[in-house]
């Protein structure tokens, strides 16, 4: 079931679903500090 490329870095999928789950904390804080005045998808674009 190992596909070229389908494995993270070593570290294995918890730390990497670990680094994404801080990523999305991190933009969450950012988003919270922009205030309603920013668009909800402004950091999507």
Known sequence: WRRSGAHPPHGGWRAARRRCVRWADAA???RAQKG???APDADRR
Request: aromatic fraction near 0%; glycine fraction near 16%.
């Open 28 to 30: 969450d804080a950012v």
């Open 36 to 38: 309603a005045g920013a």
